[in-house]
Nanobody, 116 residues
Framework: QLQLVESGGGLVQPGGSLRLSCAAS????????IGWFRQAPGKEREGVSC????????NYADSVKGRFTISRDNAKNTVYLQMNSLIPEDTAVYYC?????????WGQGTQVTVSS
């Protein structure tokens, strides 16, 4: 079965950190561009960050620049999102997405809650 599985979400206090993981099973991520998206209650899904297949190119939403870092380990078939200096506005369900040509996969999401 081809799927992406996110993990690493949870409850964290403002200023804290979390590292999300996106692991693929049933296929290799080597050729895929990977994106992290998030959706807060009552809001549309928005792009957070993305990384090229080689890892040589990354992009970030202005709201997370300087706080989040995306990386990938193709040997582990996993992409990561390191989130530092978290603020309540980062609260959302985080999804990873893998795209390569006509192939497009989404994970089921992991909840991140930033609250004191």
């Amino acid at each position: 079965q081809l799927q992406l599985v996110e993990s690493g979400g949870g409850l964290v206090q403002p200023g804290g950190s979390l590292r999300l993981s996106c692991a693929a099973s049933g296929f290799t991520l080597d050729y895929y561009t990977i994106g992290w998206f998030r959706q807060a209650p009552g809001k549309e899904r928005e792009g957070v960050s993305c990384i090229s297949s080689s890892g040589g190119s990354t992009n970030y939403a202005d709201s997370v620049k300087g706080r989040f870092t995306i990386s990938r380990d193709n040997a582990k078939n996993t992409v990561y999102l390191q989130m530092n200096s978290l603020i309540p506005e980062d609260t959302a369900v985080y999804y990873c997405n893998a795209i390569y040509r006509l192939r497009n996969y989404w994970g089921q999401g992991t909840q991140v809650t930033v609250s004191s």
